[in-house]
């Protein structure tokens, strides 16, 4: 874009000087000039050499009217003409700054003359080479024939257009060496913006604000954390629309690294259809002198709905704090898509306080074996510390409480609980489908809190690898339903009960079926104690050395060498042990080879087979999921998908 340039209309000068009368007493009319003591700010004129008596509000420069200040004559996509009557006998000339930002005018035109010669002596120009539907500030600066100058009040106007990379509705930029000063509608020094203080607020529906390649702490692209998005009534921003959503993206994905210093980092308050698309964020432990606990994540969404979260990279989180690195508490209607969360003690991502109807699809969690800080340093005398616990990182994803979510195609890494849902408030129809946890001490935990039950969840072709307890865990649950559900490898398969002190309202259900316990060694593949109903069918189990409780009363159990092989994300067509063999004709035990979409399952391959059937990550940022092994890059390898294959 063009820098800002000042071009405004010329006119014939003010009249030329016409010499004045000497009105001072009479005999001191004729002489020299000497000091004016009475008026020491108005000097003689060349015309008059001697000391005039000073014109009313002489000293104080010639003065605007309150009411109107200057009148926007014209306006286009890049131009703007003004008409600015100055209230002063004596205006001589004028001039305009003007700015993207509030307070601050990067550009100040020439002086030039007023061509009116009775007041209000307006003085009219224009600005040009301006940008297309951006808002801009200004002053005007009027002066007298004696030099003297007074500013008029600050006004604004928004040229007309949404031209690409002009308007109001395209894209914007802050870099880490813009200004605010700057227009903000090109990605280069001369344009961006620096701060979201600044550019927060002048975004408007179908806005994109775009944060260049590099790091942004709080000497740049704020001047504290937590920075909040505030679309309340009175706030610094505005929600987008279904058509129209406000968005703030990395220029190149996750290229834009947020640093944060323990606190936490953005904050959306009350906003509605806002995408958050492709920034990374680190976190360090350290107290902060708080015993909040929601301190120390990335994220914290309060209220509002329709929000995106797409591909996004969160790394660390304060573990001087009982919190998540993700959270709502609570907002609905949420998309949280192809994200990637590494090391954190206690959740990932966590919908809370009441969330509903969010979908969280296709994310990878993985907590790098981060365990609680206890005592001590860092977080000497911290009040929001998890005393006594220590276990490496306590959820991938939890529901804390909340209901009718969808959860889909996750991938949980390296942790206690895969997903989690707890029972503190109303937790109700949440849907699971196609979630993977690999190395995990749970697949899926729910618990009641008290006499208040987790119900109604349903779980479809979810799969465990490795865990270190059970793949599915209901305490004191309420029709829960698990079908097409595997655990393979690990100690332990499918687990209900209901403990003493959380056991719900008494009325805890589970039913299973098509559901397969491959290699779990010593621990349980079926426990279901204290239920109120049950019910297993289509059960297929191979090498485990525990009896099953209540076994007799399953239906539909087999016991066979399923010879999956190295395969774990499917079952192969050629399997005459567990393919097609289930209610229904439905294989027994998870296929996870196709994406779900909002309950539905697709036939969009789950696994990117151009990639070697990599699972669908996000950019590589070096030291934080290029680690061998721990990474969501090569989760496909550990899952044997290169040696299994899919069939696509």
Not at 47 to 54: K, L, Q, S
Not at 144 to 166: L, V
Not at 259 to 276: E, F, P
């Amino acid at each position: 874009m063009p820098r800002l340039l000042l071009a405004l209309l010329l006119w014939s000068a003010f009249l030329s000087g016409v010499p004045c009368a000497d009105d001072r007493a009479p005999e001191t009319q004729g002489k020299p000039s000497a000091p004016c003591p009475e008026c020491p700010v108005c000097p003689p004129s060349p015309e008059c050499p001697v000391c005039p008596v000073c014109p009313p509000g002489a000293g104080s420069g010639p003065t605007f009217p309150e009411t109107p200040d200057c009148v926007i004559s014209a306006l286009t996509t890049s131009a703007a003409t003004l008409t600015c009557p100055v209230a002063s006998s004596t205006p001589v000339q004028w001039r305009v700054r003007y700015g993207t930002a509030t307070g601050t005018y990067a550009s100040t035109g020439g002086w030039i003359p007023c061509p009116g010669t009775t007041a209000p002596y307006p003085c009219t120009g224009t600005l040009t080479s301006l940008d297309a539907g951006v808002p801009y500030f200004f002053v005007t600066d009027a002066q007298d024939g004696s030099g003297n100058t007074q500013a008029s009040s600050e006004q604004t106007f928004t040229t007309t257009g949404t031209t690409t990379g002009g308007g109001s509705t395209s894209a914007r930029y802050i870099r880490p060496d813009g200004n605010d000063s700057n227009a903000g509608t090109a990605n280069d020094s001369g344009h961006a913006w620096k701060t979201l203080a600044h550019g927060v607020p002048l975004l408007v529906p179908g806005s994109t604000l775009y944060l260049h390649d590099g790091t942004y702490t709080t000497t740049n692209l704020v001047s504290s954390w937590p920075f909040t998005i505030n679309c309340n009534a009175g706030g610094n921003a505005v929600s987008g629309t279904a058509s129209a959503p406000i968005t703030l993206q990395s220029v190149n994905e996750r290229a834009a690294k947020l640093t944060l210093n323990g606190h936490r980092g953005l904050i959306l308050s009350g906003c509605s259809y806002w995408n958050i698309v492709g920034l990374t964020t680190t976190q360090v432990d350290g107290n902060l002198g708080t015993g909040d606990n929601s301190e120390g994540g990335h994220v914290l969404v309060v209220g509002g709905g329709h929000l995106t979260f797409r591909r996004n990279l969160f790394s660390g989180i304060n573990r001087c704090y009982n919190n998540a690195q993700l959270s709502t508490e609570p907002s609905h209607d949420n998309l949280f898509e192809e994200n990637e969360f590494y090391y954190f003690h206690r959740y990932g991502f966590i919908l809370a306080s009441g969330s509903s109807r969010n979908t969280v699809r296709r994310n990878y969690l993985n907590s790098r074996s981060a365990v609680d800080i206890t005592s001590g340093a860092p977080c000497t005398n911290d009040t929001g510390l998890l005393g006594g616990i220590n276990w490496t990182g306590d959820a991938g994803i939890g529901i804390y409480p909340g209901s009718s979510n969808i959860l889909e195609n996750n991938l949980t890494e390296s942790l206690y609980t895969g997903i989690d849902g707890e029972g503190s408030g109303t937790n109700q129809s949440n849907s699971l489908y196609g979630n993977i946890g690999l190395t995990v001490g749970l697949g899926v935990r729910t618990t009641a809190r008290g006499t208040t039950p987790v119900k109604n969840w349903t779980l479809t072709n979810e799969l465990t690898v490795g865990v270190t307890s059970y793949s599915v865990m209901f305490r004191g649950s309420d029709g829960m339903t698990c079908r097409n559900c595997s655990a393979l490898n690990g100690s332990g398969g499918f687990y209900a009960d209901v403990p003493s002190g959380d056991s719900g309202d008494g009325l805890a259900s589970t039913t299973l079926t098509n559901v397969l316990a491959l290699n779990t060694g010593a621990g349980y593949q079926v426990t279901l104690t204290g239920q109120h109903a049950y019910g297993v069918d289509y059960l297929h189990l191979f090498n485990h050395t525990t009896t099953i409780p209540g076994l007799g009363s399953f239906t539909h159990v087999t016991t066979t060498d399923p010879s999956l092989g190295s395969c774990t994300v499917w079952i192969p067509t050629s399997n005459t042990a567990l393919h097609g063999t289930g209610l229904g004709g439905a294989d027994i035990g998870a296929n996870v080879i196709y994406r779900y979409q909002d309950g539905t399952l697709t036939s969009t391959a789950l696994w990117e087979k151009a990639r070697g059937y990599m699972f669908p990550c996000g950019a590589v940022v070096a030291g934080i999921n290029d680690v061998n092994g721990q990474s969501c890059r090569d989760v496909h390898v550990r899952l044997h998908l290169d040696t299994c294959p899919p069939p696509y």
